[in-house]
Protein backbone atom coordinates (compact mmCIF):
# COMPACT_ATOMS: atom_id res chain seq x y z
CA UNK A 1 0.00 0.00 0.00
CA UNK A 2 1.39 3.81 -1.14
CA UNK A 3 2.31 5.91 2.14
CA UNK A 4 0.03 8.84 2.93
CA UNK A 5 2.70 10.95 1.61
CA UNK A 6 2.23 9.60 -1.84
CA UNK A 7 -1.67 9.44 -1.60
CA UNK A 8 -1.34 12.85 -0.88
CA UNK A 9 0.93 13.16 -3.79
CA UNK A 10 -1.96 11.68 -5.88
CA UNK A 11 -4.97 13.98 -4.52
CA UNK A 12 -2.80 16.87 -4.85
CA UNK A 13 -2.00 16.43 -8.15
CA UNK A 14 -5.26 15.85 -9.36
CA UNK A 15 -6.44 19.52 -7.55
CA UNK A 16 -3.67 21.56 -8.29
CA UNK A 17 -3.89 22.82 -4.65
CA UNK A 18 -2.06 24.59 -2.13
CA UNK A 19 -1.85 21.09 -0.30
CA UNK A 20 1.10 20.26 1.52
CA UNK A 21 1.83 16.47 1.30
CA UNK A 22 4.27 17.46 4.89
CA UNK A 23 1.27 17.26 6.87
CA UNK A 24 -0.23 14.37 6.51
CA UNK A 25 -23.35 1.79 -6.28
CA UNK A 26 -22.99 3.33 -9.70
CA UNK A 27 -25.51 5.55 -11.31
CA UNK A 28 -25.59 7.45 -13.57
CA UNK A 29 -24.44 11.04 -14.62
CA UNK A 30 -27.12 13.64 -13.48
CA UNK A 31 -27.68 17.09 -15.28
CA UNK A 32 -27.86 20.11 -13.22
CA UNK A 33 -32.07 19.85 -11.35
CA UNK A 34 -33.82 22.94 -13.03
CA UNK A 35 -34.39 26.51 -10.38
CA UNK A 36 -36.41 26.11 -7.80
CA UNK A 37 -39.16 28.14 -6.34
CA UNK A 38 -37.67 29.93 -3.01
CA UNK A 39 -40.27 28.11 -0.97
CA UNK A 40 -39.18 24.91 -2.69
CA UNK A 41 -35.32 25.96 -1.75
CA UNK A 42 -35.99 26.76 2.13
CA UNK A 43 -37.94 23.59 2.77
CA UNK A 44 -34.90 21.90 1.40
CA UNK A 45 -32.63 23.32 3.96
CA UNK A 46 -34.36 23.02 6.78
CA UNK A 47 -34.26 19.88 6.15
CA UNK A 48 -30.82 19.02 4.81
CA UNK A 49 -28.59 22.37 5.86
CA UNK A 50 -25.56 21.45 2.94
CA UNK A 51 -28.27 21.98 0.24
CA UNK A 52 -26.48 24.97 -1.43
CA UNK A 53 -23.21 25.15 0.03
CA UNK A 54 -19.84 24.88 -1.39
CA UNK A 55 -16.58 23.41 0.03
CA UNK A 56 -13.25 24.80 -0.45
CA UNK A 57 -9.79 23.90 -0.27
CA UNK A 58 -7.59 27.06 -0.17
CA UNK A 59 -7.21 26.88 -4.06
CA UNK A 60 -10.92 28.15 -3.85
CA UNK A 61 -13.78 27.29 -6.11
CA UNK A 62 -13.31 25.20 -9.40
CA UNK A 63 -10.11 23.06 -7.50
CA UNK A 64 -11.75 20.08 -6.38
CA UNK A 65 -14.55 22.05 -4.38
CA UNK A 66 -17.78 20.17 -3.40
CA UNK A 67 -21.11 21.71 -4.55
CA UNK A 68 -24.36 20.89 -2.97
CA UNK A 69 -26.80 21.88 -5.08
CA UNK A 70 -29.23 19.18 -4.54
CA UNK A 71 -29.74 16.00 -2.62
CA UNK A 72 -29.75 14.59 -5.98
CA UNK A 73 -26.94 16.82 -7.52
CA UNK A 74 -24.18 17.10 -5.22
CA UNK A 75 -20.59 17.48 -7.63
CA UNK A 76 -16.99 17.78 -7.30
CA UNK A 77 -15.99 21.11 -9.33
CA UNK A 78 -12.71 21.08 -12.06
CA UNK A 79 -13.53 24.10 -13.79
CA UNK A 80 -10.74 25.64 -12.41
CA UNK A 81 -8.08 23.71 -14.34
CA UNK A 82 -8.17 20.53 -16.53
CA UNK A 83 -7.65 17.40 -14.73
CA UNK A 84 -5.81 14.42 -16.29
CA UNK A 85 -6.88 10.90 -16.29
CA UNK A 86 -5.19 7.95 -16.99
CA UNK A 87 -6.59 7.17 -20.34
CA UNK A 88 -4.64 10.05 -20.97
CA UNK A 89 -7.84 12.25 -22.02
CA UNK A 90 -9.39 15.39 -20.01
CA UNK A 91 -11.58 14.82 -17.31
CA UNK A 92 -14.74 16.35 -16.72
CA UNK A 93 -15.42 19.84 -15.21
CA UNK A 94 -17.90 18.44 -12.83
CA UNK A 95 -17.92 14.66 -11.32
CA UNK A 96 -21.49 13.98 -9.64
CA UNK A 97 -20.96 11.61 -6.62
CA UNK A 98 -22.67 8.36 -6.56
CA UNK A 99 -24.50 6.33 -3.76
CA UNK A 100 -25.22 8.90 -1.93
CA UNK A 101 -26.10 9.55 1.15
CA UNK A 102 -27.01 11.81 4.11
CA UNK A 103 -26.43 10.98 7.88
CA UNK A 104 -27.84 14.27 9.58
CA UNK A 105 -28.19 12.93 12.91
CA UNK A 106 -24.28 12.78 12.81
CA UNK A 107 -23.80 15.42 10.60
CA UNK A 108 -22.53 13.12 7.81
CA UNK A 109 -22.42 12.82 3.46
CA UNK A 110 -21.53 9.27 2.29
CA UNK A 111 -20.69 9.12 -1.40
CA UNK A 112 -18.58 7.45 -4.01
CA UNK A 113 -16.62 9.23 -7.06
CA UNK A 114 -16.59 6.67 -9.87
CA UNK A 115 -14.19 6.95 -12.69
CA UNK A 116 -14.94 3.79 -14.52
CA UNK A 117 -18.84 5.48 -15.89
CA UNK A 118 -18.83 6.78 -17.89
CA UNK A 119 -15.46 7.67 -18.10
CA UNK A 120 -13.92 4.03 -18.13
CA UNK A 121 -10.52 4.98 -16.78
CA UNK A 122 -8.96 5.62 -13.84
CA UNK A 123 -7.16 8.16 -11.86
CA UNK A 124 -3.67 7.77 -10.78
CA UNK A 125 -4.51 4.38 -10.82
CA UNK A 126 -7.49 4.67 -8.57
CA UNK A 127 -10.94 4.07 -9.79
CA UNK A 128 -13.37 4.72 -6.84
CA UNK A 129 -12.98 7.19 -3.95
CA UNK A 130 -15.14 6.55 -1.16
CA UNK A 131 -15.60 9.21 0.84
CA UNK A 132 -17.46 9.49 4.40
CA UNK A 133 -17.40 14.11 5.45
CA UNK A 134 -18.09 14.42 8.86
CA UNK A 135 -19.31 18.51 9.20
CA UNK A 136 -18.72 20.40 12.16
CA UNK A 137 -22.46 21.95 14.43
CA UNK A 138 -22.26 24.62 12.18
CA UNK A 139 -21.72 22.88 9.10
CA UNK A 140 -18.83 25.44 8.26
CA UNK A 141 -15.97 22.68 8.09
CA UNK A 142 -15.28 19.42 7.26
CA UNK A 143 -14.10 18.36 10.47
CA UNK A 144 -13.28 14.42 9.94
CA UNK A 145 -14.19 12.02 7.68
CA UNK A 146 -11.85 10.14 5.35
CA UNK A 147 -11.56 9.14 1.02
CA UNK A 148 -10.40 5.58 0.45
CA UNK A 149 -8.91 5.00 -2.96
CA UNK A 150 -9.72 1.54 -4.58
CA UNK A 151 -8.28 0.29 -7.94
CA UNK A 152 -10.30 -1.36 -10.44
CA UNK A 153 -9.71 -4.78 -8.77
CA UNK A 154 -11.60 -3.21 -5.10
CA UNK A 155 -8.13 -3.20 -3.37
CA UNK A 156 -7.40 -0.62 -1.18
CA UNK A 157 -4.96 2.21 -2.12
CA UNK A 158 -4.67 4.15 0.93
CA UNK A 159 -7.08 6.53 2.73
CA UNK A 160 -7.03 10.31 3.59
CA UNK A 161 -8.43 11.74 6.31
CA UNK A 162 -10.16 15.04 6.38
CA UNK A 163 -8.77 18.16 9.07
CA UNK A 164 -5.61 16.58 8.80
CA UNK A 165 -4.73 15.27 4.72
CA UNK A 166 -7.60 17.71 3.61
CA UNK A 167 -8.62 20.49 4.72
CA UNK A 168 -12.33 21.68 3.66
CA UNK A 169 -14.83 24.86 4.50
CA UNK A 170 -18.09 26.36 3.63
CA UNK A 171 -17.83 29.37 1.44
CA UNK A 172 -19.39 32.09 3.28
Not at 102 to 118: G, H, M, Q, V, Y
Request: net charge negative.
Amino acid sequence: MPSKRILMLILCSIAVTACDPGTADLGDEKTPVSEESDADADADTDVNPLIGAIFVQEGGEGLASYHFDAEDYIYISYEGFDLELDNGRTGPDLKPFVSTSFELDNRSFLATIDWSDPEDTTVNGAERWVYEMIFDEEYQIIEGGSVILYDSRGDELGELDFNSDLSYERLP
